[in-house]
């Protein structure tokens, strides 16, 4: 797969297969992340990695799927992330961290994809009940989630809608599609 197809592949995922990915799994998915460009290569990003399954259940009930599908409540029993990673940063924080964390979660991301993995970068989490719950330490804050397992749906990239909606939307079968901005809309100049 080339660079661009994986980047097209990479969709957020969040159905994924009973199959549970492993400690070693999410320690390559983090050293992916390791080797990034960091603000002034301060490194400030950490992982919290979860694969025991009585706190992935805890941690999923903290966190909210697919805002923009309202008659879907986040993924069922069975098709649950089988793993998280949670990236940290320090409390005391600065827009250079930031970036450190976006392009940590994107690398996983593109990492997990690589693999037949999925990956759903999640924002929308109680922060305090989950950094209690996986004991983040007191200077640290959890920045994002991560849920990953095997990928199970089917994500497919459409174009803007007429009326110019950025929602996604799934069909009758299931598939989800993510409409994207022509390059021709993103592109402000060219000198
Ligand atoms: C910073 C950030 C926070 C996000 N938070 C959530 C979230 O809390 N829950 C969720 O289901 N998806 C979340 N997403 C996934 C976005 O909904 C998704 O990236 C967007 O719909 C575009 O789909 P795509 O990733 O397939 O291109 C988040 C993505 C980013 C980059």
Redesign the pocket.
């Known amino acids: 797969m080339d660079f661009h197809e994986l980047v097209q592949t990479?969709?957020?995922c969040?159905r994924f297969e009973d199959k549970p990915l492993n400690m070693a799994d999410l320690e390559w998915l983090a050293d992916c992340a390791r080797l990034t460009p960091s603000g002034m290569n301060a490194q400030v990003v950490r992982y919290t990695l979860v694969t025991k399954g009585d706190l992935l259940a805890k941690l999923f009930a903290l966190?909210?799927?697919?805002?923009?599908l309202k008659d879907w409540g986040?993924p069922h029993p069975g098709e649950r992330p089988t793993v998280f990673i949670a990236l940290l940063m320090p409390k005391k924080t600065t827009e250079l961290m930031h970036f450190d964390i976006?392009i940590a979660?994107?690398t996983i991301?593109l990492a997990a994809t690589s693999r037949g993995w999925g990956c759903?970068?999640?924002?929308?989490?109680d922060q305090a009940a989950s950094a209690e719950l996986l004991k983040i330490p007191t200077e640290m804050q959890i920045a994002?989630l991560l849920g990953l397992g095997v990928a199970k749906e089917k994500?497919v990239?459409a174009p803007m809608p007429a009326d110019g909606s950025f929602k996604?939307w799934r069909d009758a079968n299931g598939v989800?599609y993510?409409p994207?901005r022509s390059l021709e809309e993103l592109i402000v100049a060219r000198y």
């Open positions: 990479a969709r957020s969040r966190t909210r799927w697919g805002g923009a986040g976006g979660a994107q991301q759903c970068i999640i924002k929308s989490f994002l994500r990239i996604y989800h993510v994207k």
